[in-house]
């Protein structure tokens, strides 16, 4: 393993830039239980556990790490400067939120989606996030909205600064948060893994230039759930996701272009 391919992995990790750490996109509580050592020991673990998890999730999340870039354990050991156990814990993690694929020989690779499982993503946010948006109207109060408000504001000032990652992660996020402030957590955890996959979906099938949600769009449904109209929120989201839908590359092929290759030469 030469130096030169070891830098864009680093890069890609430690470039991280100034990060809202929303609840949309932190990890759960742990529930590990301790194998081994003093609960202070264990604590320390944990949370290195979910640093590194958090820091390879943004840089999926952030387009900064392409789908189909090998995540090779030893690499990750040296730059978290942890053991390869560790990493490969976290990577288990992530595949088990179908955001990274392990291949028995070949290791773990950020997931490159199909077509197929595209169009299945699209299928279950169609019925996730109106029942969504019908649930966070139900229980609406002032600070949930205010939240939304906030979250669009971000993403309108990461526009005008014209912040092309941060707009794609804001715009995901925009959609884990309504479902986490609709109350539900398996909607919420659902939502959460949706929005990734639709991300990793826009990096293969879009444009190199887009940044899968229009804002006026997010703004027009927040103005919605601020008036308590369910049908004409439900309406506008399931028109926004068409306009994602569509403006993907969706009937090329099941094959996406091979970025493995690429970073391999
Ligand atoms: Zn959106």
Known sequence: MSSEEEDPLRAAIESRGRVRTSAAHMPPPSTRTARRGTSQARLQRENTHDEIYEKIYVAILEHRLHPGTKLGEERLAEIFNVSRA???EVLARLAHEQIVEIFPQRGA????????????????????EPA????????????????????QELELDARRRDDKRAVIRLSGEFHSLAAELA????????????????????FLYDAPTAT??????????????????ASRAERLMLQHLDHIERSMKLDGGDEPVDLEAIFKS
């Open 86 to 88: 560790r990493i490969r």
């Open 109 to 128: 690779y950020v997931a490159r989606p199909t077509v197929a499982q595209t169009l299945d993503v699209f299928e279950a946010r169609r019925l996730i």
């Open 132 to 151: 969504v948006l019908r649930r966070l109207i139900d229980t609406l109060t002032p600070e949930k909205l205010a939240k939304l408000r906030q979250h």
């Open 183 to 202: 109350g539900n957590t398996a909607l919420a955890r659902s939502m959460r893994e949706l929005s990734m996959l639709t991300c990793l979906m826009i």
């Open 212 to 229: 899968s949600c229009r804002a006026d769009e997010h703004s027009q449904i927040i103005d919605a759930i601020g008036k308590r109209d």
